[in-house]
């Protein structure tokens, strides 16, 4: 079966500095695998996604993320974070070819601290 | 832009009581979903659509009955509701071909008193 796991419940950085998320997964075949932002008393909103191709992948608000098959790693980055960064991220994954459901991992608070 | 919306963004009921928790989408999306978020426990499927009247069971169907009559709208139903209960309810709908990205509503804050 699927896992994802997000191993810091939250992570605290400076305005300006670069961020990092960390997510790791447990999937048989290649993967589809997703990031989603929460912020407070919202829903979860897209922010991007690894298919295939470019391991590097690019997404909404200054958010990349990069895909790393041999350490089953799919990091999420910024290079400058931003206060409105603050929020709960969720790491998914989809399993190829596994229908539609995606299991969430359980989800880190980042803090950007001005 | 595409459009989940939850009925209600909070609830306070009593134990016992019958909830009925309603999400509609507006774009024409296959399949619909119903989580339950926790602190600490990520989000739980309990419940799946892929098609109307369609249903599958997820992590956590216990407790949870689903109904879904039209394309649109797929509601959650809890039969007689129990403290442990109260928590963020999540409804999500996607496309069963392509990228599969999940698009949410904005949830509801069920409290069970």
């Known amino acids: 079966a699927q896992s994802v796991a997000q191993p810091e419940d939250q992570v605290n950085v400076a305005e300006g500095n670069p961020l990092t998320v960390k997510c790791t997964y447990s999937v048989s075949g290649n993967p589809y695998l997703f990031w989603y932002v929460q912020y407070p008393n919202r829903g979860l909103q897209f922010l991007l996604k690894?298919?295939?191709?470019?391991?590097l992948v690019k997404g909404s608000y200054g958010f990349e993320a990069e895909f790393n098959k041999s350490q089953t790693s799919f990091h999420l980055k910024k290079p400058s974070a931003l206060v409105s960064d603050s929020a709960l991220y969720f790491c998914a994954v989809r399993p190829y070819r596994a229908g539609n459901m995606l299991t969430f991992g359980g989800g880190t608070r980042l803090m950007v601290k001005p | 832009d595409v459009k989940v919306t939850q009925s209600s963004r909070y609830l306070v009921k009593r134990t016992g009581e019958k909830v009925f928790l309603e999400c509609v989408q507006d774009?024409?999306?296959?399949?619909m979903f119903w989580y339950r978020q926790d602190p600490g426990l990520g989000l739980r499927l309990i419940y799946f659509s892929y098609d109307v009247k369609m249903k599958e069971k997820g992590d956590i169907p216990e407790g949870y009955s689903v109904s879904r009559e039209k394309k649109e709208r797929f509601s959650l139903i809890l039969e007689s509701a129990s403290t442990n209960q109260t928590s963020m309810y999540l409804c999500a709908s996607s496309f069963s071909e392509g990228t599969y990205i999940q698009y949410f509503g904005a949830g509801t804050r069920l409290s069970v008193l």
């Open positions: 774009m024409d999306h296959e399949n």
């Open positions: 690894y298919i295939t191709g470019d391991n």
